[in-house]
T-cell receptor, first 115, second 113 residues
Framework: GAVVSQHPSRVICKSGTSVKIECRSL??????MFWYRQFPKQSLMLMAT?????????EQGVEKDKFLINHASLTLSTLTVTSAHPEDSSFYIC???????????FGQGTRLTVV | SQQGEEDPQALSIQEGENATMNCSYK?????LQWYRQNSGRGLVHLIL?????REKHSGRLRVTLDTSKKSSSLLITASRAADTASYFC?????????????FGTGTLLAVQP
């Protein structure tokens, strides 16, 4: 299967700082990537759709100024959690697909802890 | 919420037994997928079933889909301790966007050795 790499896998940051998470498709080009958030023992909630070369599309209730998404190339999307607070602590996962109508491949996730 | 629901929320079985998990969803779909997640890890894709398919097999996995009831089931046969994980169904086609996945609530499977 295709490989999606997410970095970092774990990050601890101080309250008020910003954190950038990278999602890379290593062996294919992905015009669209997706960002999900998962709280402990809960399911994945879609946050936004990252579109290469254009603005991200955010799901209802997700603050776009809080979670900045940039998809500058066909193999890289970044999620920046700005002015992080303890309630932003969560597991963030990205996914990417090679072409429409095939399975999505997921990164290994990033566990963010804001202290 | 568009999120699907799975039941049971948790399932504990003995090694060698079969495990069945059910998923219900709310909207029309293109495909339904099942994923596995080990604790604190990323997702592993298990199987994809298209909306015009009713049943699909992959190794010890059997997935059924009933679009009239908007439901799916995942059967794991001859379970092993290594099958212990959370299992999620995910549907796409929401808003016409394939691969924009909406996940179910998940089933936590524990297989006792």
């Amino acid at each position: 299967g295709a490989v999606v790499s997410q970095h970092p896998s774990r990050v601890i940051c101080k309250s008020g700082t910003s954190v950038k998470i990278e999602c890379r498709s290593l062996d294919f080009q992905a015009t669209t990537m997706f960002w999900y958030r998962q709280f402990p023992k809960q399911s994945l909630m879609l946050m936004a759709t990252s579109n290469e070369g254009s603005k991200a599309t955010y799901e209802q209730g997700v603050e776009k100024d809080k979670f900045l998404i940039n998809h500058a190339s066909l193999t890289l999307s970044t999620l920046t959690v700005t002015s992080a607070h303890p309630e932003d602590s969560s597991f963030y996962i990205c996914s990417a697909s090679r072409v429409v109508d095939t399975e999505a491949f997921f990164g290994q996730g990033t566990r963010l802890t804001v202290v | 919420s568009q999120q699907g629901e799975e039941d049971p929320q948790a399932l504990s079985i003995q090694e060698g037994e079969n495990a069945t998990m059910n998923c219900s969803y709310k909207t029309s779909i293109n495909n339904l997928q099942w994923y596995r997640q080990n604790s604190g890890r990323g997702l592993v894709h298990l199987i994809l079933i298209r909306s015009n398919e009713r049943e699909k097999h992959s190794g010890r996995l059997r997935v059924t889909l009933d679009t009239s009831k908007k439901s799916s089931s995942l059967l794991i046969t001859a379970s092993r301790a290594a099958d212990t994980a959370s299992y999620f169904c995910a549907t796409d086609g929401v808003g016409g966007a394939t691969n924009k996945l909406i996940f179910g609530t998940g089933t936590l499977l524990a297989v006792q050795p």
